[in-house]
């Protein structure tokens, strides 16, 4: 059972930057389909942004478009996303979803992702 594990969360002003990682553990995640996920308090779950297994195709929600960035490097675990000009509507906790396919973005928030991290803390205050 593949177990993600997300990291990098935190406390920053309105306009910071944070960086979160989606891991796993006793596994490589060259195979798997990365979606993030977030759910603010009192609110359904977002999607946020999808990365291919090969990095080569993403899509990213229009409400974090040109400036959240999801990245991967198969020859490091981690996934990441890379969080700039954040805003109070940005808090929110933070999942990082894997599916095993060889797949595009496109339509991604249907995909069966199977395996969820806990989840990551981002909050944007002053």
């Known amino acids: 059972q593949l177990q993600l594990v997300e990291s990098g969360g935190g406390l920053v002003q309105p306009g910071g930057s944070l960086r979160l990682s989606c891991a796993a553990s006793?596994?490589?995640?060259?195979?798997?389909?990365i979606g993030w996920f977030r759910r603010a308090p009192g609110k359904e779950r977002e999607g946020v942004s999808c990365?291919?297994?090969?990095?080569?195709?993403?899509s990213y929600a229009d409400s974090v478009k040109g400036r959240f960035t999801i990245s991967r490097d198969n020859a490091k675990n981690p996934v990441y996303l890379q969080m700039n000009n954040l805003t109070a509507e940005d808090t929110a906790v933070y999942y990082c979803?894997?599916?095993?396919?060889?797949?595009?973005?496109?339509?991604?928030?249907?995909?069966?992702?199977?395996?969820w991290g806990q989840g990551t803390q981002v909050t944007v205050s002053s």
């Open positions: 006793g596994f490589t995640l060259d195979y798997y389909a």
């Open positions: 990365i291919s297994n090969s990095g080569v195709s993403t």
């Open positions: 979803a894997a599916v095993k396919a060889s797949v595009y973005c496109s339509n991604w928030k249907y995909f069966p992702f199977n395996s």
